[in-house]
């Protein structure tokens, strides 16, 4: 679900979440000081504030992204998820060095399905191949997959929902109309097409995540530029005589940041579940690279279920224990990198 | 005025701003606007998966090394695949436009009519079971789970959904077989639990919960939140103090307000039920369409893969709109 279901609700309340918090007015002084904190708008250095008292303090100023990081550091789940998640991006990063052996090696073709030991702690495959070296270098391939497709959806996804959010009406229209088409189409269905158009490989599944994935980050851009648009900041700018992409570039789009960093915590697991569910049904990954869903693919032959369930165990784990890092990661960010907003 | 054809129609509600004799009108301009809209969109539909088909290398009718090319082509020119393009879309959109699909090039002389009339009826019993299941066991432990606000149950289901609303379903789906199969056999044998199949009424348990607990886990959080949010609304605190018991301010109050915002969800669940049920079919062996379909890509069944895009996006399509006009219905301050 999360997984390809385009309106996720995480998305749209992120995209509310903003409104209220990157305005740039400092708070005034008769607020508590926690309060004053939160309001500080990034960027601002020092913030010199009249005690009650009258005479002038200077604190030192606390950024936006620091006051996150105490947040998300508070929110237990968060810790977890970001564990989850930076245990699995250095698997990825070091698979040749954690592996004890290549990803098509065999071991020992005669104790092919052997099951978990010492010397092999996740046992071996089929084809008497280590599961667990294939199982590191299987999270190389999602790691690449989940970054790169991002990396595509963000090139496209926001310059699009810029330029149809800042400038409104006829481009808006056209953008947004092509949007929508692309937008009825179920996701999984597109990427499978283009997949099959392409053929099967790492570069082809990314591209076909990213060339499909753009349309909900336009979406997103869009709606934060629409309600950008009418602050009273971005008005002084254009009355000052800012250019239409100064105006993007200095105002919007750093005051869409957050909405734009959790979607792309919730993007990437979902690239993930994408790749593993196309190496699943066999249109994926090609073998002997290792990839998660083809190894969910050879475990969940009928025949070796029962008997050798350690095959089937730990790619089923490991892609589930992702995208709960991801998840847990992408709602702790939500919530400490907006202060205003309380969800129970 | 974007974003017609998704859930971000709705504008935000405005209360007493409108009166509500003209709400029906425009909720029929509302429905027309977007049923207009919806030609071109199946239109853009069709044609991006017809050129994607075409440009996919390699003849439908070329699978096997000792077919002599001559044959392939007089297969292409049975079929119209030698015609020009343009004219074969013009051609297979006047068929569609009659319902008519086309014989599936795989399985002839089986029509894609029949394929779809056969294994339609078991995607769509499958999808609609675990939404079911989804909606009444998801709103139920929110609701449950925010009026009893930190209790044990409110952990527990809190936990539940934190648990399931990221898991892919075939992930969800191989985890219970592992369970019943593998690691509890007893209690999986005695209850008739197997690692495939469809044809008896407990062969569609397991399928169902895989399907259904990422949007059970969605419903149950939202609803919660949801909950929570108008127990704290200040009607709620004057139905309190003109004495109500805490059971009628709930069904009187909370309930009818609460859920109102949660029905959105409802249309990106159906979303996430038919590509789940892509997956989950492949993991329990269910002969839905699918699994099919996965087979017909494979083989390049150009007719069946254009119908099944087609059906999914029509069927999308109409269940959006449905889930935004039984909005308007039943919040009387959304205006379209």
Same mark, same amino acid.
Do not use: C
């Given at each position: 679900?999360?997984?390809?279901?385009?309106?996720?609700?995480?998305?749209?309340?992120?995209?509310?979440?903003?409104?209220?918090?990157?305005?740039?007015? !400092?708070? =005034?002084?008769?607020?508590?000081?926690?309060?004053?904190?939160?309001?500080?708008?990034?960027?601002?250095?020092?913030?010199?504030?009249?005690? &009650?008292?009258?005479?002038?303090?200077?604190?030192?100023?606390?950024?936006?992204?620091?006051? %996150?990081?105490?947040?998300? /550091?508070?929110?237990?789940?968060?810790? +977890?998820?970001?564990?989850? +998640? %930076?245990?699995?991006? &250095?698997?990825?990063?070091?698979?040749?060095?954690?592996? !004890?052996?290549?990803?098509?090696?065999?071991?020992?073709? /005669?104790? %092919?399905?052997?099951?978990?030991?010492?010397?092999?702690?996740?046992?071996?495959?089929?084809?008497?191949?280590?599961?667990?070296?294939?199982?590191?270098?299987?999270? /190389?391939?999602?790691?690449?997959?989940?970054?790169?497709?991002? %990396?595509?959806?963000?090139?496209?996804?926001? !310059?699009?929902?810029?330029?149809?959010?800042?400038?409104?009406?006829?481009?808006?229209?056209?953008?947004?109309?092509?949007?929508?088409?692309?937008?009825?189409?179920?996701?999984?269905?597109?990427?499978?097409?283009? +997949?099959?158009?392409?053929?099967?490989?790492?570069?082809?599944?990314?591209?076909?995540?990213?060339?499909?994935?753009?349309?909900?980050?336009? /979406?997103?851009?869009?709606?934060?530029? &629409?309600?950008?648009?009418?602050?009273?900041? +971005?008005?002084?700018?254009?009355?000052?005589?800012?250019?239409?992409?100064?105006?993007?570039?200095?105002?919007?789009? =750093?005051?869409?940041?957050?909405?734009?960093?959790?979607?792309?915590?919730?993007?990437?697991?979902?690239?993930?579940?994408?790749?593993?569910?196309?190496?699943?049904?066999?249109?994926?990954?090609?073998? =002997?690279?290792?990839?998660?869903?083809?190894?969910?693919?050879?475990?969940?032959?009928?025949?070796?279920?029962?008997?050798?369930?350690?095959?089937?165990?730990? =790619?089923?784990?490991?892609?589930?224990?992702?995208?709960?890092?991801?998840?847990?990661?992408?709602?702790?960010?939500?919530?400490?990198?907006? !202060?205003?907003?309380?969800?129970? | 005025?974007?974003?017609?054809?998704?859930?971000?129609?709705?504008?935000?509600?405005?209360?007493?701003?409108?009166?509500?004799?003209?709400?029906?009108?425009?909720?029929?301009?509302?429905?027309? @606007?977007?049923?207009?809209?919806?030609?071109?969109?199946?239109?853009?539909?069709?044609?991006?998966?017809?050129? $994607?088909?075409?440009?996919?290398?390699?003849?439908?009718?070329?699978?096997?090394?000792?077919?002599?090319?001559?044959?392939?082509? #007089?297969?292409?020119?049975?079929?119209?695949?030698?015609?020009?393009?343009?004219?074969?879309?013009?051609?297979?959109?006047?068929?569609?436009?009659?319902?008519?699909?086309?014989?599936?090039?795989?399985?002839?002389?089986?029509?894609?009519?029949?394929?779809?009339?056969?294994?339609?009826?078991?995607?769509?019993?499958?999808?609609?079971?675990?939404?079911?299941?989804?909606?009444?066991?998801?709103?139920?432990?929110?609701?449950?789970?925010?009026?009893?606000?930190?209790?044990?149950?409110?952990?527990?289901?809190?936990?539940?959904?934190?648990?399931?609303?990221?898991?892919?379903?075939?992930?969800?789906?191989?985890?219970?077989?592992?369970?019943?199969?593998?690691?509890?056999?007893?209690?999986?044998?005695?209850?008739?639990? #197997?690692?495939?199949?469809?044809?008896?009424?407990?062969?569609?348990?397991?399928?169902?919960?895989?399907?259904?607990?990422?949007?059970?886990?969605?419903?149950?959080?939202?609803?919660?939140?949801?909950?929570?949010?108008?127990?704290?609304?200040?009607?709620?605190?004057?139905?309190?103090?003109?004495?109500?018991?805490?059971?009628?301010?709930?069904?009187?109050?909370?309930?009818?307000?609460?859920? $109102?915002?949660?029905?959105?969800?409802?249309?990106?669940?159906?979303?996430?039920?038919?590509?789940?049920?892509?997956?989950?079919?492949?993991?329990?062996?269910?002969?839905?369409?699918?699994?099919?379909?996965?087979?017909?890509?494979?083989?390049?069944?150009?007719?069946?893969?254009?119908?099944?895009?087609?059906?999914?996006?029509?069927?999308?399509?109409?269940? @959006?709109?449905?889930?935004?006009?039984?909005?308007?219905?039943?919040?009387?301050?959304?205006?379209?």
């Amino acid at each position: 679900m999360a997984q390809s279901h385009r309106q996720s609700q995480p998305l749209d309340s992120a995209n509310l979440a903003l409104r209220n918090t990157d305005t740039a007015v !400092p708070a =005034p002084p008769w607020q508590a000081e926690d309060q004053i904190e939160d309001a500080v708008a990034p960027g601002q250095r020092d913030t010199p504030t009249v005690g &009650l008292g009258g005479e002038l303090t200077t604190r030192k100023q606390r950024s936006l992204w620091t006051d %996150a990081w105490r947040r998300l /550091r508070r929110n237990k789940l968060a810790v +977890v998820g970001l564990f989850l +998640v %930076a245990a699995f991006s &250095l698997i990825a990063i070091f698979a040749p060095a954690i592996a !004890p052996y290549g990803q098509a090696e065999v071991v020992d073709f /005669r104790l %092919a399905r052997d099951a978990p030991s010492w010397t092999w702690p996740m046992g071996l495959d089929a084809n008497g191949r280590d599961m667990f070296s294939r199982m590191a270098y299987g999270a /190389r391939v999602s790691l690449v997959v989940g970054v790169l497709a991002q %990396a595509i959806v963000l090139l496209i996804g926001v !310059p699009i929902g810029a330029l149809a959010g800042y400038f409104g009406g006829a481009t808006d229209n056209v953008l947004m109309r092509l949007v929508d088409v692309i937008y009825a189409i179920p996701q999984l269905l597109i990427v499978l097409l283009f +997949v099959n158009w392409w053929g099967p490989g790492l570069f082809n599944i990314f591209l076909a995540i990213g060339l499909v994935g753009w349309v909900t980050e336009a /979406r997103l851009v869009r709606g934060q530029f &629409l309600s950008l648009r009418e602050q009273e900041y +971005v008005s002084a700018a254009q009355v000052a005589g800012a250019s239409g992409t100064y105006i993007i570039r200095k105002h919007m789009l =750093p005051n869409s940041l957050t909405p734009i960093i959790v979607a792309l915590t919730f993007g990437i697991p979902t690239a993930i579940f994408i790749e593993a569910a196309l190496s699943y049904v066999g249109v994926g990954i090609r073998p =002997p690279q290792a990839s998660w869903g083809q190894m969910v693919a050879e475990g969940s032959n009928p025949g070796y279920i029962e008997t050798d369930p350690h095959m089937l165990l730990f =790619p089923v784990l490991a892609i589930g224990l992702t995208m709960l890092g991801f998840s847990f990661l992408g709602d702790g960010l939500r919530d400490a990198l907006d !202060p205003k907003g309380s969800r129970d | 005025m974007a974003g017609s054809l998704g859930a971000g129609a709705l504008v935000a509600p405005a209360i007493g701003e409108d009166s509500r004799e003209e709400a029906g009108p425009r909720m029929m301009r509302f429905a027309m @606007n977007r049923i207009f809209w919806f030609i071109p969109t199946i239109l853009v539909m069709a044609a991006f998966t017809f050129l $994607i088909m075409h440009a996919t290398p390699g003849s439908p009718f070329d699978v096997s090394d000792k077919q002599r090319p001559e044959d392939i082509r #007089r297969l292409e020119a049975l079929y119209g695949l030698d015609k020009p393009l343009p004219e074969q879309f013009v051609l297979y959109l006047w068929n569609a436009a009659h319902l008519d699909f086309g014989i599936s090039y795989h399985a002839r002389p089986q029509t894609v009519n029949e394929i779809i009339g056969r294994t339609f009826p078991i995607s769509l019993h499958l999808g609609a079971m675990a939404t079911l299941f989804a909606v009444v066991v998801g709103m139920t432990l929110g609701v449950l789970a925010a009026v009893n606000q930190n209790g044990w149950l409110d952990y527990t289901s809190v936990t539940m959904a934190v648990l399931f609303y990221s898991m892919p379903s075939f992930v969800m789906g191989f985890l219970l077989i592992l369970l019943f199969v593998v690691w509890l056999p007893d209690i999986g044998v005695n209850l008739g639990f #197997r690692v495939g199949g469809w044809d008896r009424p407990i062969d569609w348990i397991l399928p169902t919960i895989a399907l259904g607990a990422a949007p059970l886990a969605t419903l149950a959080r939202y609803t919660r939140s949801s909950m929570i949010e108008v127990i704290r609304s200040d009607f709620v605190r004057t139905a309190r103090a003109k004495g109500l018991t805490e059971e009628g301010v709930v069904s009187k109050h909370v309930l009818k307000n609460a859920l $109102i915002p949660v029905v959105t969800l409802i249309g990106p669940i159906f979303a996430a039920v038919a590509t789940g049920s892509f997956f989950v079919e492949q993991v329990f062996n269910i002969p839905g369409m699918g699994k099919f379909f996965v087979t017909s890509m494979q083989v390049k069944d150009q007719p069946m893969i254009l119908a099944v895009v087609l059906l999914y996006g029509v069927f999308l399509a109409i269940m @959006n709109l449905l889930v935004d006009l039984t909005y308007g219905v039943i919040d009387p301050r959304i205006r379209y």
